[in-house]
């Protein structure tokens, strides 16, 4: 393979090969663009060396190759003595990882050509400086010198000086300065500053190779999920200096960033900073203050009016909003990199519209431009923009939403004061799995430790609760019970405070919080058509209108009640794809369920039923009028059975008490009973789903008449009810058929009373490993299949879905096993195979058998493609997630 590429010889498409800066600078030098001539080491090279620690033998031939080109049209040598090639050696990986790895500038300077440089740029200053600049870079990237010792002798010459800055040193001081910066080189490393001009760019190339594996760059691939074998490629570029000061009769120099457009609004226009006399690494570091690019206009008129015709070059040819890096040296702009830039959610959709508008790209290429992600961060409700706010601190945006409740700082508290109705924000440096219930009761969480795949983080998540972790500047102490701010604020327990799970911001105080206009919009509050509608939310509603026009999948939601279901169909879902009907049970109608798996006689089981059947019936009758004309599943009886148990333990103890104080307690003592009869070591692999239905006579076919009776009704009432009979847990088809006689007499019984033809379909959920597995023969007996996406991955891998997250998930996202929870995103390799083989015998049997989905799985992102892609018919996903999943459904047929 071919291991050099010169930037004449690339192009954006080749990211894999050439990391996204070499693609870009490849791109921008075809087009015409001043970029300074370089080359690119590809990201194979870096891959051979990082597997065998040896550059390829053929690389240095390429690399002596293609340096000797670059000399040969900047018509002078790397290093020469008089007149020196400099050279900066990049780091470029696929996908953008800032600050993440090396960066070497000025290769090519040495006690000899340091003096050509001064005399070529007639600045001796400056060519010292740029020397000063090399050996601190190079040092500490390449030979590992810790930066702090360059660090205290740069101010120590400071302080020497009375020098306020960098630029008050002069010639002679930078010159003792590389002196001691020699010296501390030696001293740290053994061996002296390479003077060899190759050398030190060979050794440069080797350190950003290196770079790849640093701790850093692995943490970071870690948390956004990049693949940890891409390696990076190395970008060997001719120095530009924004430093240089002016010649005669020519322009200064600086250096800025620049976005085609406002990354935070969308908006076109002139957005930047600009920073005179200085290379790029001193905007980067903050060092000095910039000014906006507008400046640019008065300071250099011709390179801003260039610069602007770039931009507009760079976003017409990329067809989205770039940022840019440039430099002008001595009133002569160059290129240093683009790419297509980073931009908030709301920015995302309004940037996708736009460009429509402009013809750039069709509404297809819109859809590509947005994400589910994205919308979802939209639905949030957030801080009052104009609030006045006071600003604690700043952590990492783990988990999005806006918070606000009283400090607590520990578990205990959280729960107990929630307990009397106060919302609290639990306060941890860090969270672990005894943290759990505190995190349950907050409504936020905000710890001073931990990245976004802290438990902390992982956790909220999970939970869909508002995150904020490793704030480090709060001090937090948990035994005084508050935390101190940077400024010395203290925030003591039962202070109010609020936290921005999508920013990352801490506010001291009850910052007011807004609905999301987006929400408002689809829950039909806004018209998105009318004059002086909000800009966000008329892009929001184009990019929907696209979605819903290209995609294949039905989205339905998942829904218990007829408030649910109504805002689900507010928010377009296409009917009910799963209605939990143990949920119906839940409150005080739990007592009656009890009764009915404790019932001991016929008649008792008979009486518990009957009270059961009028109360299903009219919560039917309300859910098929909110979803009136589509299609309802509804799943008869699904608990674990400890779920609708008294506690064992609470129970023993009321026995024992009334037992000692001689109470009568026969009804307790039997209940008692009958719990240890029925308790179960793992209740989810227990008596529940069909098993129950099979177990306890009568259960299934009271329900079932339920939904007959509630649909005949509908009916009468000119109604369409659309109902669909689903039977969880199966894991052979013999169970299916058992339920499936019983429920078909059931039926036809209420349509002879009724004198209704109510055409019921009755299907299955496939959520075990043996029902995927046999799914053909199942079909015989179904005629629909849902995906229990969250029972199948449980028990495909063998995790317990309720304990999992809280247990060893962190360990294995922190140790890369899985980067994201297979409970969140389908695991394509194990679930997914499954559900695609299910599929296909599934169809061999019945042809027109219907499929979809309704695990959590249902409304997330990536998943969604992946259930288009495996030919499903729908997705069933929470009311709240039903635009996102409509948009992914777009996204993946487009
Ligand atoms: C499932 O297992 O994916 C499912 C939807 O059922 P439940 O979550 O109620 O077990
Ligand atoms: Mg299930």
Redesign the pocket.
Known sequence: PKFVYDFTEGNKDLKDLLGGKGANLAEMTNLGLPVPPGFTITTEACKVYLASGNEPAQMREEVSAHLAALEERMGKRLGQADDPLLVSVRSGAKFSMPGMMDTVLNIGLSDASVAGLAAQAGDERFAWDSYRRLIQMFGKTVLGVDGDLFEEALEEAKRARGAASDVDLGAGELKELVAEFKTIVAKETGRDFPQDAREQMDLAIRAVFDSWNGERAKLYRRQERIPGDLGTAVNICSMVFGNLGPAAGSLGGGTGVAFTRDPASGQQGVYGDYLQNAQGEDVVAGIRNTVPLAELERIDKSSYDELLRIMETLETHYRDLCDIEFTIERGKLWMLQTRVGKRTAAAAFRIATQLVDQGLIDEAEALQRVTGAQLAQLMFPRFDEHAKTELLGRGIAASPGAAVGKAVFDSYTAVKWSRSGEKVILVRRETNPDDLNGMIAAEGILTSRGGKTSHAAVVARGMGKTCVCGAEELQVDTKQRHMTAADGTVVEEGDLISIDGSTGKVYLGEVPVVPSPVVEYFEGRTDPAAAGADELVRAVHRVMTYADSTRRLWVRANADNAEDAARARRFGAQGIG?C?TEHMFLGERRELVERLILADTDAEREEALGALLPLQKADFVELFEAMDGLPVTVRLL?PPLHEFLPDITDLSVRVALAEARHEPHENDLRLLQAVHKLHEQNPMLGLRGVRLGLVIPGLFAMQVRAIAEAAAERRAGGGDPRAEIMI?LVGTVQELEIVREEAERVVAGVEAATGTALGLALGT?I?LPRAALTAGQIAEAAEFFSF?????TQTVWGFSRDDVEASFFTAYLEKGIFGVSPFETIDKDGVGSLVRSAVEAGRATRPDLKLGV??EHGGDPESVHFFHEAGLDYVSCSPFRVPVARLEAGRAAA
């Open positions: 799963l939990r699904d969880p959920m959520e229990g996406t969250n029972d199948l309704c695990g």
